[in-house]
């Protein structure tokens, strides 16, 4: 059986878009790095600053797509918008939020904590991994790079053994997302705490399933992405705590500040998606 949507070439393809691999993303940031020194006059400025290289910039890239499926179901990340990626590093404004909010509220780049990062994004593993104390597991099903090859569905892991779990854009892609949480949760210590955004539909009274529609192409049009294989509504949290998670949408950008939320250029529609585990 498939874990992921699109069987093998599907996941390959699936992970090089949401978190590409790393010698394929440093090529991307060189190129955008020498695009943005060619044009250097239209990113002068310093209304946005990146928490991730430091660097000050009058304007961002656009980035996201154009499908009306983001605009019907009023999908909170992945539509096109303006200044989303840092013109030197190329954060998006996905990792901008998890940087902060990590920052802000664990002790996650201090503290000598054991955590699982599957599906590792370039930008926040490059800054997880300044914190040499941490006991830092990276999975994936295919990427080359990560410490450890993982099938979601069945984790190679012995119970609670992680203080922490971070998987983003992950469960979308999971046909069966259920037997996902619940093998993220069994791995968790009690205790603990995970984070596993998912783009969400704010139109939407519960989450949009649709097991018929298994065209890539379809699946697109349908979902947003041609491997994601639902749309997840506010019951998003409900199905979390069906694994046993205490879960909760943390409005994080909408909390801080508007003018520093504005500066790093954090999506005040997308929530941080917090789980813990009872001790
Ligand atoms: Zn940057």
Redesign the pocket.
Same mark, same amino acid.
Do not use: A, K, P
């Given at each position: 059986m498939d874990t992921f949507a699109g069987g093998t070439s599907g996941i390959k393809g699936a992970l090089k878009r949401a978190i590409p691999a790393a010698h394929h993303f440093r090529l991307r940031i060189l190129a955008t790095r020498a695009r943005t020194l060619a044009r250097f006059p239209a990113y002068r400025g310093d209304r946005f600053e +990146?928490p991730? +290289?430091g660097?000050r910039f009058g304007a961002f890239l656009p980035d996201g797509l154009t499908l009306p499926v983001f605009r019907d179901k009023d999908i909170s990340v992945g539509g096109y918008t303006e200044h989303v990626r +840092?013109p030197? +590093?190329y954060?998006s404004d996905r990792d901008r939020l998890l940087l902060l909010y990590l920052r802000d509220r664990t002790r996650i780049f201090s503290e000598a904590l054991s955590v699982l990062h599957v599906a590792p994004e370039f930008h926040l593993t490059r800054a997880l991994r300044r914190n040499a104390r941490l006991r830092y597991v990276t999975g994936d099903f295919s990427a080359p790079s990560v410490s450890v090859r993982l099938n979601i569905l069945a984790l190679p892991f012995r119970p609670a053994i992680f203080d922490a779990i971070i998987a983003n854009h992950v469960l979308e892609h999971v046909v069966d997302d259920r037997t996902a949480m619940t093998e993220l949760f069994r791995v968790l210590r009690p205790g603990g705490w995970a984070i596993f955004q998912v783009p969400v539909g704010l139109a939407l009274d519960r989450t949009f399933e649709d097991p018929s529609v298994t065209l890539p192409v379809e699946r697109e049009r349908v979902f947003g992405q041609f491997d994601h294989v639902r749309i997840y509504g506010p019951d998003y949290v409900d199905r979390l705590r069906e694994a046993g998670f205490q879960a909760e949408a943390v409005p994080y950008a909408r909390q801080l500040d508007p003018a520093v939320a504005a500066r790093f250029r954090l999506n005040l529609r997308e929530d941080v998606f917090l789980c813990k585990k009872p001790a």
């Open positions: +990146c991730f +290289c660097r +840092c030197w +590093c954060s």
